[in-house]
């Protein structure tokens, strides 16, 4: 053990008798360790964003799927609130395309049917002005509806718009005139959801029974159907034995068991499906980045092959004086773990600056998708490790051609 530190005094000594060769030979340890830091770091931090912002989005929603001509009916669905336990509501989003003409000009409309109870889905949102549609409204198809602050903003210039009055062409299905009754806008400046794009259609939100009635079909449960259904489940329910009992009543209604008539989805699946996305874009990037690593180990091993020549003499006499081979294999192995740590730990702090540096730049560029950056410490120590052992493996070759060298022909040689 005091060998061995002994060893390690003499590799300090070493690198700082050539303070700028010893610099240069760690940059590209440097270099490499920083860009794995810095993109694991981003890639952790923007994961935890996207991750917090969609947990706010479907948290709790389960999509239902019919895969075969057994389609779901709106009483299936309300079968499978009264018998399933832990199903709160859902809902079908059956759609109107349209057009709308004010002061502001024409515009693109998608008309929504929505449940009284819609607002649960959308907890992204939150109401600004005015109110939800109630279920006296939904039960005599009223023509009301609600709206986002930026589609009232597009089609009247205002969010101030309660009380008016927006007509929507359905083309041969005739016109369909709705009162605006709210105003709902984005929590929190929320990034992932608010979005828009050039004649992006204007959502407005109305009665499902409104909808129907307008698009001329008869609102009877027996006789409308989807092929996608979306169920909110109370908090602190067993997503997976919840769907299971939802697919069993499915089944039982249409005579399915035995088959895969139905499939669900929760939002953990979709969660676990952009996580995976994610981790498999940081760790590719992170494997190019990490490619510097061995430009920096291949540094390392030239260097010390020009610290062995240069150092034939010392060699030379301390064989001489009965260093052993072992002895002389672990001093140079010293010396290039050293280098390589040293320039690992070099490289941590520069990512980790870097990362930090490039996350207060979006914040002030683009504060609505602004997070801060995130390492764990067993990154931290693994890279440290690692770039400790591209030092002892590309320091092998040199600490051996030095070990055996023949002391007669290291003196002679100088």
Known sequence: MAQLSEY?????????????????TMLGIIIGISSVILIMSLGNGAKEMISGELDSVGNGQVALVALTDDIISLADL????????GIVTYRDDPQGQGKVTTVKGEFSASVTGCRTDQYLFEQYTELIKGRYFNEQEFENASHVCYMSAADAVRLF?????????????????????????GITDYKDNNSMMNFTYEDMPVTIYVPTTTLRNDMGIDFSNEDIYTEVAYLMLADDTDAQKTCNEVINVLNSR?????????YFQTFADYMSTINTVINLITLFISLVAGISLVVG??????????????????IGIRKALGAKTGSITVQFLSESAIIS???GILGILTGLIGAFLITRVIALVAPEYAFSPSISTGVVIGATLFASAI??????????KAAKMNPIDALRSV
Do not use: C, W
């Not at 249409?254 to 139905?262: I, L």
């Not at 180990?297 to 150092?311: A, D, K």
């Open 78 to 85: 309300d079968a499978v609130v009264d018998q399933v336990d």
């Open 297 to 314: 180990g291949i540094g390392v091993m030239n260097i010390m092959l020009v610290s062995v020549t240069e150092r034939t003499r010392e």
């Open 391 to 400: 030092g002892i493996f590309f320091g092998i070759y040199p600490a051996r």
């Open 341 to 343: 740590m040293i320039g």
């Open 157 to 181: 210039g205002t969010t101030d718009v309660l009380g008016m009055m927006v007509d929507v062409e359905f083309g041969s299905l005739g016109l369909g005139e709705y009162m605006v009754i």
């Open 254 to 262: 249409h005579g399915t068991h035995g088959t895969e008539a139905f």
């Open 8 to 24: 390690i005094k003499m590799a300090f000594f070493n690198i700082l008798a050539n303070k700028m060769r010893s610099l240069l």
